[in-house]
């Protein structure tokens, strides 16, 4: 039961985590050295809290451990929240790192004489197969969902499908495949995420995480 | 085509119970009966298929899309099989228990089934128990739920139950009384029953300033019962929803000095599932059980009649608790006497009768899985 009392923080690998680092830090998060070596093939690293572990997974899976109570804290996008609807997971903060939006976009020369009005069906590729549904499920038209897990812009110029429904930062990688962004469908940063059960049952020390966590978020 | 060569596929959700598990169950369930019979809750036993407008009509509307449906060839109606027992209970007090004299108070374990597992309780037939205090709107009778359901699940042995005090109603009082439109509230229960203090803020915040720091403050003071309740007084409440939250304050204090020694917690925002409750409601966890253990509150049943109860589940429940050490299990020689078998059960072993003579008892002791086995009349234990 004791490694069960341990407090697990699911962080996800990638871009979120290089802006994360610093809010840990100033969080009073440490964890051991082998967590910032790349080479490192460890996957749960413990911290200079002897009641927290980190584990560095996937940005889909940190949402997954969180929600299944393996993890009881993590971070997550809320594109990633969005997607997935857990009903186990609470999201108190935002961290205000990680922005980007969720958008839909097309080859240029396809967005001047497309008139969206008249769609009944199209055909997306995309990671976010739910997101993306809902989304023309909203206004009437039904979204067949081609889920890639990335590369998604080189979907229209080889013939996959027409359109993409993916993370927009700058936009670079859209002009320089020839694609632009035509429907803006929500604006992403990263959250903080508590496993509900966890949150209920252990309240005191979520909370004093959660505040902790606000208020860096608050500083930056 | 039916590619389902292999006989013991089970469709989705569904599942054999083996030794130990199903006998484990079996006497959890009576355990727990046996609890809320103690405490004046007399059983009754709804059937497992109803018609389907009285099983989903009124609050049952929100169970419509897990109910399975069958063709009855008799009446050449609909029927429905239950997703959920707590509105069969309300149906029986309303009809045909309608004269006994209130409250009520009825008890109930069945299973049921539902169309979609949900991913954290993908089995779509579990066992639920549960409680239905019917006929009053005291203060009381709140406390009564609550306090029977911990009894009866720390009954069980699980030490770690933490029960999570909710007010639904709560919302709907804070948002109308400071002007928030009503077409808001859908987007408004997603946002604070992700606890999305960003999504509350985006949501209210031009418009409605005052109900978004209401709302904001509501949604941080999720912990430890006294402490979130006496946060709530300190609010500027619009006076219906500081009534409503006068009476959690009630319920809470009443708990305290029924039982000072049970894991309260408060959570003013949780609303999901408690679409149709009207008071005070409550949530059961326990540390390290993936789910809830059960939910209950208040309701008004279809007669309009005041009343509160809970369910517990028997899924969730069973990962809370610990099997029983297995009883010494003996086995032996053909042919023994009906008294003798009835002196050794007696003395706790459970017997199992050879039903051939065997050469060596003590191997075949061992093969069907005895710990001990008779030999020339004395009980001899067997090394592993």
Redesign the interface.
């Given at each position: 039961?004791s490694d069960?009392e341990k407090l697990v923080l699911a962080l996800p690998k990638g871009r979120i985590l290089k802006e994360a680092a610093p809010l840990l830090v100033k969080a009073g998060i440490e964890a051991e050295s082998a967590f910032s070596d790349p080479d490192s093939r460890q996957l749960r690293f413990s911290t200079n809290h002897p009641g927290l572990d980190i584990i560095r997974v996937r940005s889909f899976d940190a949402a997954t451990f969180v929600?299944?109570?393996a993890a009881q804290i993590g971070i997550a996008g809320?594109d990633v929240?969005m997607e997935f609807d857990?009903?186990?997971?609470?999201?108190?903060?935002?961290l205000d790192i990680g922005h980007c939006r969720l958008a839909v976009a097309e080859p240029a020369d396809l967005a001047g004489e497309d008139n969206p009005a008249r769609w009944s069906h199209i055909r997306i590729a995309t990671k976010y197969p739910e997101i993306t549904r809902r989304h023309f499920a909203a206004r009437g038209v039904q979204a067949e969902c081609i889920k890639l897990n990335g590369a998604m812009e080189l979907a229209p110029s080889l013939g996959l499908c027409h359109r993409i429904v993916d993370l927009v930062d700058s936009g670079r990688t859209l002009r320089e495949n020839g694609l632009v962004e035509v429907e803006h469908i929500a604006n992403v940063?990263s959250?903080l995420i508590?496993n509900r059960?966890a949150?209920?049952?252990?309240?005191?020390t979520i909370?004093a995480w959660i505040d902790r966590f606000r208020e860096v978020a608050r500083a930056a | 085509m039916n590619d389902n060569e292999h006989k013991g596929l089970l469709p989705a959700g569904l599942g054999d119970m083996l030794p130990p598990e199903a006998a484990l169950e079996a006497s959890v369930i009576e355990q727990l009966m046996a609890r809320l019979a103690a405490n004046g809750y007399d059983r009754v036993k709804p059937p497992l298929v109803e018609f389907e407008e009285s099983l989903l009509t009124g609050a049952g509307a929100q169970m419509a899309s897990q109910t399975f449906r069958l063709m009855d060839p008799v009446s050449q109606r609909m029927l429905g099989v239950r997703s959920d027992m707590t509105l069969q209970i309300a149906r029986i007090a309303a009809s045909r228990l309608r004269d006994v004299g209130r409250p009520l108070r009825l008890s109930y374990a069945g299973q049921v089934l539902r169309v979609k597992g949900?991913?954290?309780r993908p089995e779509r037939q579990f066992a639920q128990i549960g409680a239905e205090l019917i006929g009053s709107d005291s203060v009381e009778a709140d406390v009564e739920a609550v306090l029977l359901s911990a009894l009866a699940l720390r009954s069980l042995g699980i030490e770690?139950l933490?029960v999570?005090l909710n007010l639904p109603t709560l919302l709907a009082a804070v948002g109308s009384g400071a002007g928030v439109p009503d077409a808001k509230f859908p987007k408004l229960h997603d946002a604070l029953?992700?606890?999305?203090?960003?999504g509350v803020r985006a949501l209210l915040g031009k418009d409605h300033a005052p109900a978004m720091e209401l709302f904001v403050a509501l949604?941080?003071m999720?912990?430890?019962a006294e402490a979130v309740v006496a946060k709530i007084a300190g609010l500027d409440l619009p006076p219906a929803a500081r009534v409503e939250a006068k009476r959690l304050a009630d319920v809470v204090k009443r708990l305290r000095n029924a039982d000072a020694g049970l894991k309260l917690?408060v959570?003013p925002v949780e609303y999901?599932g408690f679409e149709y409750h009207t008071g005070v409601s409550f949530?059961l966890?326990?540390?390290?059980?993936?789910?809830?253990l059960g939910r209950g509150g208040r309701y008004v049943t279809r007669d309009g009649e005041a009343a509160t109860g809970f369910t517990l589940y028997m899924d969730t429940i069973l990962q809370a608790v610990k099997a029983p050490a297995a009883k010494r299990r003996l086995l032996l020689p053909a042919n023994t006497a009906i008294a003798e078998r009835q002196r050794l059960q007696k003395e706790g072993f459970v017997t199992v009768t050879a039903l051939d003579d065997v050469e060596d008892i003590k191997s075949e002791a061992r093969r069907v899985g005895c710990s001990h086995a008779l030999i020339g009349g004395a009980v001899v234990a067997l090394s592993q």
């Open positions: 039961m069960n929600a299944f109570g809320n929240l857990f009903p186990e997971i609470y999201a108190p903060v935002d940063t959250r508590v059960t949150l209920k049952t252990r309240a005191t909370n | 949900s991913q954290l770690t933490s999570d029953e992700r606890k999305d203090e960003a949604l941080r999720v912990g430890p917690t959570d999901r949530t966890f326990a540390l390290g059980v993936r789910g809830e």
